[in-house]
């Protein structure tokens, strides 16, 4: 995942707190990581990424997964720390944990039974045991279940591996970080560079011990990505800390987008020419290098829709362009489908996979994609988000006295 790879999981506006904002660049941003991971996941199967002088940046495209942690871990925790900072009640655990589950699990159990049963990929039929990991979304932690019907689905692991930790640790930095505002954005800071710090020894720990399948799975269980998450954290409360206050100077600026997005062009170029080979990382300084880059992208990409005037610029217009809002809106659902409609183009057009034309591929898959995830959010995704405000077990309103 993508989003988690994953497209379209959070909202761009915070739903309770003492504040509404909104972030209206966030569908925009989802829509363009999504589209990358699609074009990286044509190139690779159609050979592109082997055969052209370009296969070297569209082997690097699934930096898109980066983002969409980071986008987790901004919207998600913003709202804790919002509340938190103003001395009003966090997001409830029931209320949470239902909309994200609205969110996530009936589109992909949606998609995974037609994926199975109808699209009959894999050929053969798992086991029942199987497919209570898969639907069950614990495939991650099955060395040999690791990547299941639905290819990337094991990022969607990871993900909601990071809904179950995030309240955790909200509640413990709640207990930890009392006392003024001030105070608790510092302990709040503090703690989050731990845990960032935490993330590089892991992946050092790991990358320099483990190899073949179990590295792949041990690198991407919560842990190897959880200094991604924690910059998106890092985000979140530096956004709630200034709001209400005037932004920096920099923030301000009209060249602050264009400055921020030629960064996270840098940090792609180097990616691409200077590190490895075309989707290849062969020893430990690579894969670090890849991991912290691809960090760097996702920071500078989403910087501009965090801070600044949101209605500003011409990259903030591309982002809160229509056609791109769309896509945004449908990203989950592009997350979901785009894996299992190239293998279906390969079958279906009797293509020899590493070996057909990447161009046609990419046009007839994007639109099918784009097609099958307009479906997927209008019959799936968008009656089960109304059900959001149907939680269970809420508590009753106060009633008022007399």
């Not at 997001?91 to 994926?115: E, K, M």
């Not at 692991?157 to 105070?183: D, H, K, N, Q």
């Not at 800071?189 to 041990?218: E, H, K, M, N, T």
Request: charge should be positive.
């Amino acid at each position: 995942m993508t989003d988690a790879a994953v497209g379209g999981l959070e909202s761009a506006a915070e739903p309770r707190g003492p504040e509404r904002i909104t972030f209206p660049c966030f569908d925009g941003f989802r829509a363009l990581a999504a589209i990358v991971v699609l074009v990286t996941h044509v190139a690779f199967l159609s050979g592109f990424n082997g055969r052209s002088r370009f296969g070297a940046f569209t082997a690097r495209m699934d930096v898109g997964v980066a983002i969409f942690f980071m986008i987790s871990g901004f919207l998600l925790y913003r709202p804790f720390v919002a509340a938190r900072l103003a001395d009003s009640p966090v997001p409830r655990a029931v209320a949470y944990f239902w909309r994200r589950g609205l969110r996530i699990l009936p589109a992909y159990w949606v998609a995974l039974t037609i994926t199975v049963f109808l699209l009959h990929v894999p050929k053969e039929l798992p086991s029942v045991g199987d497919l209570f990991l898969f639907y069950g979304l614990f495939h991650l932690y099955s060395l040999g279940n690791v990547i299941g019907p639905i290819l990337s689905s094991y990022t969607l692991v990871t993900e909601i591996s990071f809904y179950v930790f995030l309240p955790l640790y909200a509640l413990a930095i709640s207990r930890w970080a009392r006392g003024e505002p001030t105070r608790q954005v510092r302990i709040d800071l503090a703690v989050l560079a731990c845990l960032i710090a935490a993330g590089i020894a892991y992946r050092w720990l790991v990358r320099s011990r483990v190899d073949g399948p179990r590295a792949f799975q041990l690198l991407n269980v919560l842990p190897g990505w959880i200094d991604v998450f924690a910059v998106g954290m890092v985000l979140a409360v530096v956004s709630a800390w200034l709001s209400g206050r005037r932004e920096p100077t920099t923030f301000r600026r009209r060249i602050f987008p264009a400055v921020s997005w030629t960064l996270a062009a840098a940090a792609f170029v180097a990616i691409s020419l200077l590190i490895g080979r075309p989707g290849r990382i062969d020893t430990l300084a690579q894969d670090m290098g890849v991991h912290y880059f691809y960090l760097a992208v996702g920071l500078f990409f989403l910087l501009p829709g965090i801070f600044g005037p949101q209605r500003a610029g011409l990259i903030r217009h591309i982002l809160e362009n229509r056609v791109v809002q769309l896509l945004g809106l449908i990203s989950y659902g592009l997350y979901l489908w785009n894996e299992t409609l190239l293998e279906k183009y390969i079958e279906w057009t009797d293509s020899t996979p590493f070996n057909t034309s990447f161009l046609k591929m990419l046009a007839i898959v994007f639109v099918s994609t784009v097609l099958v995830a307009t479906v997927s959010y209008v019959v799936v995704e968008k009656p089960a988000l109304s059900l959001k405000g149907r939680v269970p077990f809420r508590r009753p309103a106060p009633t008022p006295a007399g």
